[in-house]
């Protein structure tokens, strides 16, 4: 049981490149998160999914896009980087949207964007 | 105004001492609140989940006051692996999918 896993740990783009994070999670979750960490700004809902084939805008989801076509993976795009995208991309799941239910984290994603 | 806000510190506190982090939320419909820990360049997670009635898990205690919308995390016997950021974390329930919002965390360094 790997929990929520990302993919890849580390990446250095040029502006304009475009790029694929994976998120993987085992645990049957339903919903899926993605979130920017910028320093002295505390994690960004970027887009969510509360199930496979669905997705919605979060707080910052200008510059990317992502997909649901399995269950198990929640993939976010940058079509054309910029620097302001440099930050850490963590991936969260959770079992649902219940008041008590808490998320789960991946190890992060480190983008430089140069 | 930021809807979670926290002191980003760092707090420097020596080996034993106990040390309280507060916290205020905007959103008055917020369902539950949650403290995160994330160490350097790793992932948050989940510390302790905060009750109406205050909870208590060893040495972390944690206690919400609705009416004031502030959360507080009180850590006592402070040990050098206590060192880490403390995020506050709101739930704002099924109604809006259960997202979560965090505070740009509290730091603690904890010296020998």
């Known amino acids: 049981n790997a929990g929520v896993t990302q993919t890849p740990k580390f990446r250095v783009l040029k502006t304009g490149q475009s790029m694929t994070l994976l998120c993987a999670q085992d645990?049957?979750?339903?919903?899926m998160y993605w979130y920017r960490q910028d320093p002295g700004m505390g994690l960004r809902l970027i887009h969510y999914?509360?199930?496979?084939?669905?997705?919605a805008k979060g707080e910052v989801p200008d510059g990317y896009n992502v997909s649901r076509l399995k269950k198990q993976n929640f993939l976010l795009g940058l079509e054309s980087a910029a620097p302001s995208q440099t930050s850490v991309y963590f991936c969260?799941?959770?079992?649902?949207?219940?008041?008590?239910?808490?998320?789960?984290f991946g190890p992060g994603t480190r983008l430089l964007v140069l | 105004r930021k809807e979670v806000e926290q002191d980003p510190g760092p707090f420097n506190v020596p080996e034993g001492a106990t040390v309280a982090f507060n916290c205020t939320y905007s959103n008055s419909a917020s369902q539950s609140f949650f403290w995160y820990r994330q160490d350097c360049r790793k992932e948050p997670k989940l510390l302790m989940s905060?009750?109406?009635s205050g909870n208590e898990d060893g040495r972390f205690t944690a206690q919400l006051n609705r009416a004031s919308q502030y959360i507080s995390l009180l850590i006592r016997d402070s040990k050098l692996s206590d060192s880490a950021t403390y995020l506050c974390?709101?739930?704002?329930?099924?109604?809006?999918?259960?997202?979560?919002?965090f505070g740009q965390g509290t730091t603690l360094q904890v010296k020998p």
């Open positions: 999914s509360v199930g496979e084939g669905t997705t």
């Open positions: 645990m049957n979750h339903e919903y």
């Open positions: 905060v009750y109406s």
């Open positions: 974390v709101v739930n704002l329930g099924s109604s809006n999918t259960g997202k979560l919002i």
């Open positions: 969260a799941s959770s079992p649902g949207a219940g008041a008590k239910e808490t998320q789960y």
